[in-house]
């Protein structure tokens, strides 16, 4: 579908977002799924797996070098625009302006380690220190690059607290926002 396909010639685009550990992924794939829509979640694993460096280190080399994020986010944004999708990044509802409907979601620092924790492994204190660390850096990059504190989220659409709601809720919320129609029902 190319942007043209969609209302006022312009792409129909969801835009979630939230800090690692949240859900952004999970509940961004769900939302694509329920919704008939293309899913934009090109990340820094993605990215990571793609250049065959370890994660980490990749983390540790956009720290040094904006252009990983500039990249990273250029093309996010760029691939959001091909027409009707969700697109699920720790900043979308920042870079993609023109979004339909703007999603943040919200846990705390410890529920998101855990979360991570059980995904990927690790010992609770380490996986909640290295979140707490890579929260601080993510935004101290972020207001460098783009001047974005991605602690001030107030003018998203809907903010949801994902602590207490599942995946599957937290989508049937968006969903529901979204009046529930699929992209070809426009």
């Not at 697109?87 to 979360?115: N, T």
């Not at 001047?147 to 809907?158: K, P, Q, S, T």
Request: with cysteine; proline share 1%.
């Amino acid at each position: 579908m190319s942007v043209e396909d969609v209302q006022g010639g312009k792409a129909s685009i969801i835009a979630i977002s939230g800090k690692s550990g949240c859900g952004n992924s999970t509940v961004s794939r769900l939302v694509a799924e329920r919704l008939g829509r293309r899913l934009v979640n090109y990340t820094f694993h993605t990215m990571a797996d793609e250049m065959g460096v370890p994660f980490v280190k990749l983390l540790e080399m956009a720290s040094a070098d904006s252009s990983y994020d500039r990249t990273l986010d250029e093309r996010q944004v760029a691939m959001a625009h091909e027409g009707d999708c969700v697109i699920g990044s720790r900043l979308s509802i920042w870079l993609v302006r023109d979004a339909d409907l703007r999603v943040y979601l919200h846990a705390s620092s410890e529920v998101r380690a855990e979360r991570i924790r059980r995904r990927e492994g690790g010992e609770s204190a380490e996986v909640l220190a290295f979140t707490k660390r890579r929260d601080e850096i993510d935004r101290e990059r972020y207001l460098s690059i783009y001047g974005i504190d991605n602690d001030r989220y107030d003018f998203a659409d809907l903010l949801i607290n994902t602590e207490r709601m599942t995946p599957e809720r937290i989508a049937d919320v968006v969903v529901a926002a979204m009046g529930g129609r699929a992209a070809h029902e426009r």
